[in-house]
């Protein structure tokens, strides 16, 4: 059981909060968007709790996954295989 | 003297005070001293606020900084208002009741002026505690309620002006004025960052507005003399030796 | 990047590309090109719309499954539909989702077609209505829907007039169980996305949405909604009248079926054809003529990728059969680029519409995409400032899977082939040295060589 960060991208408008509170698991893109690592230590979760709360548009969540069987990038790919009829 | 249990806090605080001074009670003081500080830490908590929507942060104020600024400053704000309310209701003098602090309309003194304080008061305890559980509402109610903020500001300064003993003092007059000023200019830069011209348009207008309208009244209230009778302070009180009544700064003798 | 060339059995080479292992094929039989017309059967004859009693002579009327919901997703599933829209799903596996649920259900057929490089649907819609509309009522009565919709672009008014003209002759006739309601929808490129149609539908923009929930499960009204590409429901129409076994008849044993195909660019014969599925890219090209000096070809639409012709000649124009050198046919589209143009300028062209066809909800596809258009103009341009290549290389990792929807994932995967397919030019360009009709198109000031068709930009654009 893992704890992860993910981010709500429609909510999100870059303020960077929780790069700022967090800089080991959030790193801000060039243009103040965060890239967030693929999951949280242990001893990072408390941390990632205090991101979560500080985030001015409540973009930030902190969920339990099974498995993080496939990195993040590659399974928002396979994700945009099956989502969406043009 | 009512029986209500604020009365009677009041009734025994008066006798103490009566008891051990002639003069200015100190509890008029503190009602006087802490609503001063409470619109000051009020203009810092909008200032900071805005400054998170428009994204300005340094080195030395990094965005979780102010952000929590904002959030502290506006946790004080609220611990001087309650001490202001509480000493206000406290002194016998004005017998204000501490259902007038909430409810709107309620008091003898300066009713209008004071039920703006009352008003604001519930605007202020809206956002704060919206804000406490920001994690555990919807965000957009956060948000809805968050708006009122704009309102609250300039309501707690008409109060001020309004009900304030002190508002004829030149020094309050300026940090009046200074308060005023922060806060327009920081409503200048989010009106800067709105979508749509005609919001802006509109935002600046009745921010300009707002300034003239408090310049005005300013002048036409508070520095004309009888502004006391005028704002609502009841007769019995006026023309007495307590300092609530108005008394043009440097004229001795009885005051009218 | 490297290549690794393996012949696969195909008579051609085939690359791996980012790691996809070259799986090896079966030796099937390579499909003729010329296959029996069903969809699109009679298109030559009228220039219009077939009419109801045109439409049921040709095909017979609508069938009634004595055998009841089960019987048509059985077929379905038998015959191995997938998704004609871009996202080849299994259709079955659609409908079955659906129907699954408690509560019930509603159809939304998707005509929005909002890749610029597409015509397939508008055809079938214009030619052919009475087949949408019977996969319509048939996927209806399948999943247990009491609603249906049919979502149609608003710049398309002729198209909607001949959907409710042909709506209007089966009320009269009283085939339907229930009615279509036919929609306009603002025609964005991201508007033709599901969550899009959904959102629509229950009163939003035409922006995709976060999910879950998913369509199936929770879309109109909170409902579990089954919403199909118009041409995947013409099949079900057919496959509903003459059998799963029919169906398979054409196509190959990885895809089963025809589709259909729009072929544009450096060909005598643009337009749109019916091919069995698994026909080889090659032929497919060569059915509408592929010109001399044509080298590359962007597969799969706005969204897809380019590809040296040689590269893919033989691979079969199927999902599984593009898979391994990265490509996907999308909603079956082939565009050839003319000898004289140049790859990268069309790649920029097509880069800077998809950043301005953005919902502009995410920060990454609303700066990111605008940044590498950018990048690729410059590159097309022979003005680059400072090293556009490799910057461009850091921003597509950086950029997919950050946005709500595939939008800005399908942007980059573009780009980053282009870049790819066209090494050499952009190696040229980079240095300064642009091809000639990138560069004579800029010193006339317009694009002297812009084959691709990229819409205006709206300009505030409404959404709802």
Same mark, same amino acid.
């Given at each position: 059981?893992?704890?992860?960060?993910?981010?709500?991208?429609?909510?999100?408008?870059?303020?960077?909060?929780?790069?700022?509170?967090?800089?080991?698991?959030?790193?801000?893109?060039?243009?103040? @968007?965060?890239?967030?690592?693929?999951?949280?230590?242990?001893?990072?979760?408390?941390?990632?709790?205090?991101?979560?709360?500080?985030?001015?548009?409540?973009?930030?969540?902190?969920?339990?996954?099974?498995?993080?069987?496939?990195?993040?990038?590659?399974?928002?790919?396979?994700?945009?295989? @099956?989502?969406?009829?043009? | 003297? $009512?029986?209500?249990?604020?009365?009677?806090?009041?009734?025994? $605080?008066?006798?103490?005070?009566?008891?051990?001074?002639?003069?200015?009670?100190?509890?008029?003081?503190?009602? +006087?001293?802490?609503?001063?500080? $409470?619109?000051? &830490?009020?203009?810092?908590?909008?200032?900071?606020?805005?400054?998170?929507?428009?994204?300005?942060?340094?080195? &030395?104020?990094?965005?979780?900084?102010?952000?929590?600024?904002?959030?502290?400053?506006?946790? &004080?704000?609220?611990?001087?208002?309650?001490?202001?309310?509480?000493?206000?209701?406290?002194?016998?003098?004005?017998?204000?009741?501490?259902?007038?602090?909430?409810?709107?309309?309620?008091?003898?003194?300066?009713?209008?002026?004071?039920?703006?304080?009352?008003?604001?008061?519930?605007?202020?305890?809206?956002?704060?505690?919206?804000?406490?559980?920001?994690?555990?509402?919807?965000?957009?109610?956060?948000?809805?309620?968050?708006?009122?903020?704009?309102?609250?500001?300039?309501?707690?300064?008409?109060?001020?002006?309004?009900?304030?003993?002190?508002?004829?003092?030149?020094?309050?007059?300026?940090?009046?004025?200074?308060?005023?000023?922060?806060?327009?200019?920081?409503?200048?830069? +989010?009106?800067? &960052?709105?979508?749509?011209?005609?919001? +802006?348009?509109?935002?600046?207008?009745?921010?300009?507005?707002?300034?003239?309208?408090?310049?005005?009244?300013?002048?036409?209230?508070?520095?004309?003399?009888?502004?006391?009778?005028?704002?609502?302070?009841?007769?019995?009180?006026?023309?007495?030796?307590?300092?609530?009544?108005?008394? $043009?700064?440097?004229?001795?003798?009885?005051? +009218? | 990047?490297?290549?690794?060339?393996?012949?696969?059995?195909?008579?051609?080479?085939?690359?791996?590309?980012?790691?996809?292992?070259?799986?090896?094929?079966?030796?099937?039989?390579?499909?003729?090109?010329?296959?029996?017309?069903?969809?699109?059967?009679?298109?030559?004859?009228?220039?219009?719309?077939?009419?109801?009693?045109?439409?049921?002579?040709?095909?017979?009327?609508?069938?009634?499954?004595?055998?009841?919901?089960?019987?048509?997703?059985?077929?379905?599933?038998?015959?191995?539909?997938?998704?004609?829209?871009?996202?080849?799903?299994?259709?079955?596996?659609?409908?079955?989702?659906?129907?699954?649920?408690?509560?019930?259900?509603?159809?939304?057929?998707?005509?929005?077609?909002?890749?610029? *490089?597409?015509?397939?649907?508008?055809? /079938?819609?214009?030619?052919?209505?009475?087949?949408?509309?019977?996969?319509?009522?048939?996927?209806?009565?399948?999943?247990?829907?009491?609603?249906?919709?049919?979502?149609?672009?608003?710049?398309?008014?002729?198209?909607?007039?001949?959907?409710?003209?042909?709506?209007?002759?089966?009320?009269?006739?009283?085939?339907?169980?229930?009615?279509?309601?036919?929609?306009?929808?603002?025609?964005?490129?991201?508007?033709?996305?599901?969550?899009?149609?959904?959102?629509?539908?229950?009163?939003?923009?035409?922006?995709?949405?976060?999910?879950?929930?998913?369509?199936?499960?929770?879309?109109?009204?909170?409902?579990?909604?089954?919403?199909?590409?118009?041409?995947?429901?013409?099949?079900?129409? /057919?496959?509903?009248?003459?059998? *799963?076994?029919?169906?398979?008849?054409?196509?190959?044993?990885?895809?089963?079926?025809?589709?259909?195909?729009?072929?544009?660019?450096?060909?005598?014969?643009?337009?749109?054809?019916?091919?069995?599925?698994?026909?080889?890219?090659?032929?497919?090209?060569?059915?509408?003529?592929?010109?001399?000096?044509?080298?590359?070809?962007?597969?799969?639409?706005?969204?897809?990728?380019?590809?040296?012709?040689?590269?893919?000649?033989?691979?079969?124009?199927?999902? !599984?059969?593009?898979?391994?050198?990265?490509?996907?046919? !999308?909603?079956?589209?082939?565009?050839?680029?003319?000898?004289?143009?140049?790859?990268?300028?069309?790649?920029?062209?097509? *880069?800077?519409?998809?950043?301005?066809?953005?919902?502009?909800?995410?920060?990454?596809? /609303?700066?990111?995409?605008?940044?590498?258009?950018?990048?690729?103009?410059?590159?097309?341009?022979?003005?680059?400032?400072?090293?556009?290549?490799?910057?461009?290389?850091?921003?597509?990792?950086?950029?997919? !899977?950050?946005?709500?929807?595939?939008?800005?994932?399908?942007?980059?995967?573009?780009?980053?082939?282009?870049?790819?397919?066209?090494?050499?030019?952009?190696?040229?360009?980079?240095?300064?040295?642009?091809?000639?009709?990138?560069?004579?198109?800029?010193?006339?000031?317009?694009?002297?060589?812009?084959? /691709?068709?990229?819409?205006?930009?709206?300009?505030?654009?409404?959404?709802?």
């Amino acid at each position: 059981m893992t704890m992860t960060l993910q981010v709500d991208p429609i909510a999100c408008t870059g303020h960077g909060l929780c790069a700022d509170l967090l800089p080991e698991l959030i790193e801000l893109d060039e243009w103040g @968007y965060p890239i967030l690592a693929d999951s949280v230590p242990p001893d990072l979760v408390a941390h990632a709790r205090r991101a979560v709360s500080a985030c001015p548009a409540l973009a930030l969540r902190l969920v339990r996954r099974q498995h993080q069987l496939v990195p993040r990038h590659q399974s928002s790919a396979r994700r945009a295989r @099956y989502e969406g009829d043009r | 003297m $009512a029986t209500a249990p604020g009365g009677q806090l009041s009734l025994a $605080a008066g006798h103490v005070l009566a008891a051990s001074s002639y003069g200015p009670s100190p509890l008029w003081y503190t009602a +006087r001293a802490t609503g001063v500080v $409470a619109l000051i &830490l009020l203009t810092i908590t909008v200032a900071l606020g805005i400054a998170g929507t428009a994204r300005l942060s340094s080195e &030395l104020l990094p965005g979780i900084v102010r952000s929590g600024l904002h959030r502290n400053v506006s946790l &004080l704000a609220v611990a001087f208002i309650v001490v202001h309310v509480l000493s206000s209701v406290l002194d016998p003098y004005a017998g204000i009741k501490l259902t007038s602090a909430i409810v709107p309309f309620s008091s003898a003194y300066r009713p209008f002026w004071l039920s703006l304080g009352a008003i604001a008061f519930d605007m202020l305890f809206a956002l704060v505690l919206t804000s406490l559980l920001r994690t555990r509402i919807p965000y957009r109610a956060w948000s809805a309620v968050h708006w009122l903020g704009y309102a609250c500001w300039p309501i707690a300064l008409w109060h001020g002006l309004g009900t304030g003993t002190d508002s004829r003092l030149s020094w309050v007059l300026v940090l009046d004025g200074a308060c005023a000023l922060v806060v327009a200019g920081a409503v200048g830069v +989010r009106l800067n &960052l709105a979508g749509s011209s005609l919001t +802006r348009t509109a935002g600046l207008a009745s921010t300009a507005a707002f300034v003239v309208a408090t310049i005005v009244f300013v002048a036409v209230g508070p520095l004309q003399p009888g502004w006391a009778r005028r704002a609502g302070t009841p007769a019995s009180m006026l023309g007495s030796a307590h300092p609530a009544s108005d008394r $043009a700064p440097g004229r001795t003798g009885a005051a +009218r | 990047m490297s290549h690794a060339y393996a012949d696969d059995g195909y008579g051609s080479h085939g690359y791996s590309g980012d790691g996809y292992p070259v799986d090896p094929h079966p030796r099937d039989k390579r499909p003729d090109a010329r296959t029996t017309p069903r969809l699109t059967l009679d298109w030559q004859r009228a220039d219009c719309a077939a009419t109801l009693r045109e439409h049921s002579a040709r095909f017979g009327p609508l069938p009634r499954h004595a055998g009841g919901r089960s019987d048509l997703l059985d077929q379905v599933e038998a015959s191995r539909l997938t998704g004609r829209g871009g996202a080849g799903f299994p259709t079955a596996t659609k409908m079955r989702a659906v129907a699954a649920r408690r509560r019930s259900a509603v159809v939304v057929a998707n005509g929005m077609e909002s890749e610029p *490089a597409s015509e397939k649907d508008k055809a /079938l819609l214009a030619r052919a209505p009475h087949l949408v509309l019977d996969g319509i009522s048939l996927a209806a009565e399948a999943v247990g829907a009491a609603e249906a919709h049919i979502c149609l672009p608003r710049t398309r008014g002729w198209l909607v007039d001949a959907v409710l003209a042909a709506i209007g002759e089966r009320q009269q006739a009283g085939i339907d169980q229930i009615s279509v309601a036919v929609h306009e929808l603002p025609h964005h490129y991201v508007s033709s996305e599901e969550t899009s149609l959904v959102h629509w539908l229950n009163g939003g923009e035409a922006k995709p949405t976060t999910t879950p929930p998913r369509p199936f499960e929770r879309g109109v009204g909170k409902r579990p909604t089954l919403i199909d590409n118009v041409e995947t429901l013409a099949h079900v129409a /057919l496959i509903a009248r003459f059998g *799963a076994d029919w169906f398979r008849e054409a196509g190959t044993r990885e895809a089963s079926g025809t589709m259909l195909t729009t072929v544009t660019g450096a060909v005598s014969r643009p337009g749109v054809y019916e091919v069995a599925a698994g026909t080889a890219v090659g032929d497919v090209l060569e059915l509408a003529g592929l010109q001399a000096g044509a080298e590359a070809v962007l597969i799969g639409g706005y969204f897809g990728t380019w590809h040296d012709i040689a590269a893919v000649d033989g691979r079969p124009f199927t999902a !599984g059969g593009l898979r391994p050198v990265g490509a996907s046919p !999308g909603a079956g589209v082939l565009f050839a680029l003319p000898a004289e143009a140049c790859g990268l300028a069309e790649a920029a062209r097509i *880069a800077r519409y998809l950043a301005s066809q953005g919902a502009q909800q995410c920060g990454p596809c /609303l700066f990111g995409l605008p940044a590498i258009a950018d990048d690729l103009g410059q590159l097309a341009a022979g003005r680059p400032e400072g090293d556009p290549l490799s910057r461009m290389q850091r921003r597509f990792g950086v950029i997919t !899977g950050r946005g709500a929807c595939h939008h800005p994932d399908g942007a980059v995967r573009m780009a980053a082939s282009a870049v790819r397919t066209f090494q050499a030019d952009a190696h040229a360009h980079a240095q300064r040295r642009p091809c000639l009709s990138a560069y004579s198109g800029r010193q006339h000031g317009r694009q002297q060589t812009a084959m /691709l068709p990229v819409p205006r930009p709206f300009a505030e654009g409404d959404w709802r």
